[in-house]
């Protein structure tokens, strides 16, 4: 067994948030260099040469990427062999969004009801995604999702008939309407399978993967390929100016369905793709 103590999880929760809002991931940033050697688009090319600066500007700086810093989508796997103590473990998060959110001047977004609109200034509570696994790790994502990406996504429960080209066409279709609502080059998250909101949470952490990391299905893989080009082939381009790049990866995770149904929830995510990692190993007891 692996004991975490909770005042842990608060302070590397904190930091993450930091991180996930003021660096570029890495892949993503290979992900735009490559976008810009394939970029015909005179506009679109210079979209990606400020994205990139942006990136830049923003890790040296130690300021936000974005002034959207976004709603903090917390994904936690903990290991049945895992003991936390010193509290609760969902306060402890909330607490570390919070303080990261403070320290290091995110704009706080969260607002305690959605119709009487009064932010809480904490820009908690966090978006909390619990799941058990096996072994003795706790691994912890943050990954703060804005607004005008997560406004843009949609599910809908298709005929088991309407098969892979249903898929196909709902998916570029919501691209399509979308536009440069949700600031492209994009990352298309597709969640398969499931129910109405098993499809919605798969598609979240479809957008988890790193980016050049094909999907471990040889079919899947290819019908990622397939997407991404028809997605590409819009021409909405880099922040809606036009060009060949409007998303940089399409992402695809599914689960079982009933024999009559076929959800599909698309969640698009901005070129950013913000989100970073921690694995935790406790004391052993």
Same mark, same amino acid.
């Given at each position: 067994?692996?004991?975490?103590?909770?005042?842990?999880?608060?302070?590397?929760?904190?930091?993450?948030?930091?991180?996930?809002?003021?660096?570029?991931?890495?892949?993503?940033?290979?992900?735009?260099?490559?976008?810009?050697?394939?970029?015909?688009?005179?506009?679109?090319?210079?979209?990606?040469?400020? %994205? %990139?600066?942006?990136?830049?500007? #923003?890790?040296? &700086?130690?300021?936000?990427?974005?002034?959207?810093?976004?709603?903090?989508?917390?994904?936690?796997?903990?290991?049945? &062999?895992?003991?936390?103590?010193?509290?609760?473990?969902?306060?402890?998060?909330?607490?570390? !969004?919070?303080?990261?959110? @403070? &320290?290091?001047?995110?704009?706080?977004?969260? !607002?305690?009801?959605?119709?009487?609109?009064?932010?809480?200034?904490?820009?908690?509570? #966090? !978006?909390?995604?619990?799941?058990?696994?096996?072994?003795?790790?706790?691994?912890?994502? !943050?990954?703060?999702?804005?607004?005008?990406?997560?406004?843009?996504?949609?599910?809908?429960?298709?005929?088991?008939?309407?098969?892979?080209?249903?898929?196909?066409?709902?998916?570029?279709?919501?691209?399509?309407?979308?536009?440069?609502?949700?600031?492209?080059?994009?990352?298309?998250?597709?969640?398969?399978?499931?129910?109405?909101?098993?499809?919605?949470?798969?598609?979240?952490?479809?957008? %988890?993967?790193?980016?050049?990391?094909?999907?471990?299905?040889?079919?899947?893989?290819?019908?990622?390929?397939?997407? %991404?080009?028809?997605?590409?082939?819009?021409?909405?381009?880099? @922040?809606?100016?036009?060009?060949?790049?409007?998303?940089?990866?399409?992402?695809? &995770?599914?689960?079982?369905?009933?024999?009559?149904?076929?959800?599909?929830?698309?969640?698009?995510?901005?070129?950013?793709?913000?989100?970073?990692?921690?694995?935790?190993?406790?004391?052993?007891?």
């Amino acid at each position: 067994m692996q004991i975490i103590m909770v005042e842990d999880i608060t302070r590397n929760v904190a930091r993450m948030c930091c991180e996930a809002n003021m660096h570029l991931g890495q892949d993503v940033k290979v992900a735009l260099e490559r976008a810009l050697t394939i970029e015909e688009s005179p506009a679109g090319r210079e979209v990606l040469k400020e %994205l %990139l600066e942006n990136a830049e500007i #923003a890790d040296k &700086e130690r300021i936000p990427l974005c002034q959207d810093t976004g709603v903090a989508v917390v994904f936690v796997e903990m290991g049945r &062999e895992v003991i936390i103590e010193g509290g609760d473990p969902l306060e402890a998060i909330n607490q570390g !969004v919070e303080k990261g959110y @403070q &320290e290091c001047y995110l704009r706080k977004s969260m !607002v305690g009801d959605p119709l009487k609109r009064i932010n809480t200034g904490t820009n908690t509570p #966090a !978006v909390i995604h619990w799941e058990m696994v096996p072994g003795d790790k706790l691994k912890i994502t !943050v990954a703060p999702k804005g607004g005008g990406s997560e406004n843009m996504s949609t599910l809908k429960v298709l005929k088991p008939a309407q098969g892979e080209k249903g898929v196909i066409d709902f998916v570029v279709e919501t691209v399509r309407e979308a536009g440069a609502n949700p600031c492209p080059p994009l990352v298309v998250g597709v969640g398969l399978g499931g129910t109405f909101e098993k499809a919605a949470l798969l598609a979240k952490k479809a957008l %988890l993967r790193p980016l050049g990391q094909a999907h471990s299905d040889s079919y899947y893989a290819r019908l990622e390929e397939v997407i %991404l080009e028809k997605v590409n082939s819009l021409g909405i381009g880099p @922040q809606g100016f036009g060009g060949r790049i409007t998303a940089l990866a399409v992402h695809i &995770e599914y689960f079982a369905a009933h024999i009559a149904s076929l959800p599909v929830a698309v969640n698009l995510n901005c070129h950013a793709s913000r989100h970073v990692e921690r694995v935790f190993q406790g004391v052993k007891k």
